[in-house]
């Protein structure tokens, strides 16, 4: 009877920690949206004490339907020890990968090749950070700093600096929001370390996909063309990508380099729980 009590009671506390951070959300408009997508899609968000990523979002196939997944039962898994401010900013930048999934930028209704493969998911990363760069700045302006600063402490300084140099030379959130995008990309160890990333993860679930699921479902090998990146901007909470169409995500060099480069393997160093060692780059 005792362990029951402690566990319903220890239950009710992550329940109420994240109700916490909602509410810290729901304090600035950009906030409230991430919130609203959560319950809108009945989100569930579970801190757990030793997952195998410190921050993570999964969905259940259940199936193709006009060459797209269906999905059911989405979540938020994140690691329990993680700060607060940390848990938040985690929170922003998983539900936006939920919200790109949802909205059919997850799969495109093709099979691509592995470097386009890599393409497409470094553009998703760059997305939800820029997304979590912007609700995050948006709470240090209302007063509450310390996401904004667990996200710089995480990895993400260079993008942070990017973005706040743009919006406050002068307010433009479309512009600070495609800055902090564009950032994403500057850095080589994190175009490696999400180069090999999505190659561990996805290669297997392609070779599975062509011999088990794809060819079953008219899926064919296409190239990404300019519907994958409307679907893209669509997704987002504000569009900002195609604003700046004078930035061609499938052409240009900033965006299309070192898809072969792979990060040299580290020893492991001791782990700092808030800096989630799980982000492919991170330095």
């Not at 193709?64 to 900013?89: A, H, T």
């Not at 922003?92 to 799969?107: A, F, I, T």
């Not at 994958?228 to 987002?236: I, S, T």
Request: charged share 35%.
């Amino acid at each position: 009877m005792k362990r029951r009590i402690l566990k319903e009671e220890f239950n009710n506390s992550s329940a109420d920690r994240i109700e916490g951070l909602l509410a810290r959300l729901e304090k600035v408009p950009e906030g409230k949206a991430v919130v609203d997508f959560l319950r809108a899609n009945k989100v569930e968000i579970k801190l757990k004490k030793d997952p195998a990523n410190w921050a993570a979002s999964t969905l259940t196939i259940t199936g193709i339907k006009d060459g797209l997944y269906q999905y059911k039962d989405p979540v938020i898994i994140l690691k329990k020890s993680l700060s607060d401010d940390n848990l938040l900013q985690a929170i922003v930048h998983e539900s936006q990968h939920l919200k790109q999934h949802l909205s059919g930028v997850g799969n495109p209704d093709r099979v691509l090749s592995e470097k386009e493969y890599i393409l497409f998911y470094r553009a998703a990363e760059a997305d939800a950070q820029a997304l979590c760069t912007h609700v995050t700045w948006k709470l240090k302006e209302a007063g509450d700093a310390g996401p904004w600063e667990a996200a710089k402490f995480v990895g993400y300084a260079d993008i942070c600096d990017a973005y706040e140099k743009v919006v406050t030379d002068g307010p433009d959130d479309t512009k600070a929001l495609r800055t902090a995008f564009d950032a994403w990309f500057d850095k080589p160890e994190r175009l490696a370390g999400y180069n090999k990333s999505t190659v561990d993860s996805m290669i297997p679930f392609l070779k599975k996909g062509r011999e088990e699921v794809f060819k079953d479902h008219g899926l064919t090998e296409k190239p990404l063309d300019a519907t994958w990146l409307d679907k893209l901007d669509k997704a987002a909470h504000s569009p900002y990508l195609l604003a700046h169409a004078e930035r061609d995500l499938l052409t240009e060099e900033h965006f299309i380099r070192d898809t072969h480069t792979r990060p040299p393997e580290k020893k492991k160093a001791p782990a700092n729980e808030n800096r989630r060692p799980d982000i492919p780059g991170a330095a």
